[in-house]
C-alpha cells in the first residue's frame, strides 16, 4: 500500500534527503559515553530503541537520553527525525551534540504521527518518535517492521506507556541528582542519572551505567 505523506510533512524530503550512511553498516555511532550501555557500542540499525523514565524525576532525562542516541549521527552526517516531541528545545540539542542541519522535527504530527514515522523511515538514518499514548500492538509491529526493512534505527521515547513490542533494548532512566547549586548560591553544572539497559540477545543481562545527563556542557558525559 502506498504511503503518503501526513500533513505538516515536505512531500519532496524523500527525494532531498538521502541517507549518507553505507545502509550496509549495523550501527550508527554513539557520543563516547553512551557507548557502554549499548552492546556493539552504536546504535543498531533496524531495532527497535526504547528510552523510558524508571520514575517520575526520570522523564527530562529521558527526553535528553533520547535525542543524545542521535547527536553523533547527526554530526558524522546521516540524517535523523524526531516525531511528537514539542518540547525539544533546539539550543539545548546544539548543547548535546546534535547537528541541526541533518535532523528533522516533526513537533505536532497530531493523530496521524505513526504515518509520520513511517513515512520518514523511508529516507532516514534513524527516526525518534513519542507516541501521544498507549500503542497498539498491529500498528507497532507493522513500523518495526518498516524500520528494520529500511535498515533505519527507530528510537520510541515511551513517555506515556511501554512500547507494546519488546524492544531489542530498552534504556530506563533514572531519578537524577542535579549538582552545582548550593543552599540559595551557585549554579547548577549538571545531572547525575542512573541508566539500565536491558534487552533481548546481546542486552539479556542488565547493565547499570551512570551518567552526566546533561554535564555542564550539555552533553552527556561519563561521571
Do not use: K, N
Not at 153 to 182: C, D, F, I, N, Y
Amino acid at each position: 500500500m502506498a504511503l503518503s505523506a501526513p500533513a505538516g510533512i515536505d512531500v519532496t524530503l524523500s527525494a532531498r534527503v538521502r541517507p549518507t550512511s553505507d545502509r550496509r553498516d549495523q550501527l550508527l555511532p554513539l557520543l563516547p559515553a553512551l557507548g557502554p550501555m549499548v552492546p556493539g557500542g552504536g546504535l543498531p540499525r533496524g531495532a527497535v530503541v526504547a528510552v523510558r523514565a524508571g520514575s517520575e524525576g526520570g522523564a527530562g532525562g529521558a527526553t535528553t537520553l533520547a535525542f543524545s542516541l542521535l547527536a553523533e549521527a547527526t554530526a558524522t552526517g546521516s540524517w535523523c527525525a524526531a516525531v511528537g516531541v514539542p518540547d525539544a528545545g533546539v539550543l539545548a540539542l546544539a548543547e548535546m551534540g546534535v547537528d541541526l542541519d541533518h535532523l528533522v522535527l516533526v513537533p505536532h504530527p497530531g493523530a496521524r504521527w505513526m504515518e509520520a514515522a513511517a513515512y520518514l523511515v523511508e529516507g532516514m538514518d534513524a527516526v525518534l518518535v513519542c507516541p501521544p499514548g498507549p500503542v497498539r500492538p498491529g500498528p507497532a509491529r507493522r513500523l518495526a517492521a518498516r524500520a528494520r526493512e529500511r535498515r533505519a534505527a527507530l528510537v520510541v521515547l515511551a513517555r506515556h506507556s511501554p512500547w507494546p513490542e519488546g524492544p531489542e533494548l530498552q534504556l530506563t532512566v533514572g531519578r537524577g541528582r542535579w549538582m552545582g547549586a548550593g543552599r540559595g548560591h551557585g549554579h547548577l553544572q549538571g545531572r547525575r542519572v542512573e541508566v539500565v539497559s536491558s534487552g533481548r540477545r546481546g542486552a539479556s543481562r542488565p547493565v547499570r551505567t551512570e551518567l552526566w545527563l546533561p554535564s555542564g556542557s550539555g552533553a552527556p558525559a561519563a561521571p
